[in-house]
């Protein structure tokens, strides 16, 4: 199966923005049942990417010529989420069926179904992953440079959301920052200094610019609740091991 990122592999002038995938086999159950890899862990995605990754290609069919293990290293979590979506639909078909909880009554809303080939692509433009995305905050008149987030910000991510809740806050804000001032490296004590006038405005400024492209995986569900009817909406995590359950599909 060919399929488009939402934002892709840049090697000198050409984008490789086009990915050829296998199917899921025996081989990767085996990392999916590996609880070393998956319990409170997503080691089980870089094994998978390799495993099943074929080529990367630009859109004239331009192959690259490097590793596939060290090429999703350099993807963008967008890219990932699609590779993983699509490597679902390639190997059970595109129905997804699900659960969810509404927030309102709590009651579980069971058999949901979410075709996967539907879900839109929103691609970002090769002038705008090579530009600059650049703000100065107010208070300090700092630059401070944005990024997209990688699979090592991914793995970061989640050691900060299951190791260190005291920061997740600033933690969190650091991953998605490329330069403050003239530092690199950014750390959650750096955003820890950041006058709160700053803050507020790096986070707005952060919705506002856009560093990566997207699969819309955001699914728009209503409560079955005859008492309810509360609109809600959750997000489809193509992170979890249980994604690739067969029985989902």
């Known amino acids: 199966m060919l399929i488009t990122l939402p934002h892709g592999l840049i090697d000198g002038l050409d984008l490789f923005d086009i990915v050829e995938i296998d199917e899921l086999r025996g081989k990767q159950q085996n990392y999916l049942a590996d609880k070393e890899l998956v319990v409170n862990n997503i080691g089980h995605i870089p094994k998978i990417l390799e495993d099943l990754v074929i080529s990367f290609q630009t859109k004239e069919g331009l192959k690259w010529k490097g590793?596939?293990?060290?090429?999703?290293?350099?993807?963008?979590s967008s890219d990932i989420e699609t590779i993983l979506i699509k490597l679902r639909e390639n190997t059970y078909g595109p129905e997804f069926y699900h659960e969810a909880q509404c927030p309102e009554c709590n009651k579980k809303l069971k058999n949901l179904r979410l075709d996967l080939d539907?879900?839109?692509?929103?691609?970002?433009?090769l002038e705008n992953i090579i530009s600059s995305k650049i703000v100065i905050l107010p208070k300090?008149?700092?630059?401070?440079?944005?990024?997209?987030?990688?699979?090592?910000?991914?793995?970061?991510?989640?050691?900060i959301v299951?190791?260190?809740?005291?920061?997740?806050?600033?933690s969190s804000i650091a991953l998605g920052i490329k330069r403050l001032g003239n530092k690199t490296s950014i750390t959650s004590e750096d955003i820890e200094q950041i006058p709160a006038?700053?803050?507020?405005?790096?986070?707005?400024?952060?919705?506002?610019?856009?560093v990566d492209g997207s699969?819309?995986?955001n699914i728009e569900l209503s409560c079955n609740n005859p008492n309810c009817?509360?609109?809600f909406s959750i997000k489809l995590n193509c992170l979890d091991p249980n994604f690739f359950v067969p029985s989902r599909g």
């Open 67 to 76: 590793k596939v293990s060290d090429a999703i290293w350099k993807i963008t």
């Open 118 to 125: 539907t879900l839109k692509i929103d691609k970002l433009s």
């Open 162 to 170: 299951t190791k260190n809740n005291s920061k997740l806050v600033t």
């Open 215 to 217: 699969i819309d995986n």
């Open 229 to 231: 009817k509360k609109e």
């Open 140 to 159: 300090s008149k700092l630059e401070v440079e944005f990024k997209a987030m990688y699979l090592k910000d991914m793995f970061e991510a989640l050691k």
């Open 197 to 210: 006038r700053d803050l507020m405005f790096l986070n707005e400024e952060h919705e506002k610019i856009k």
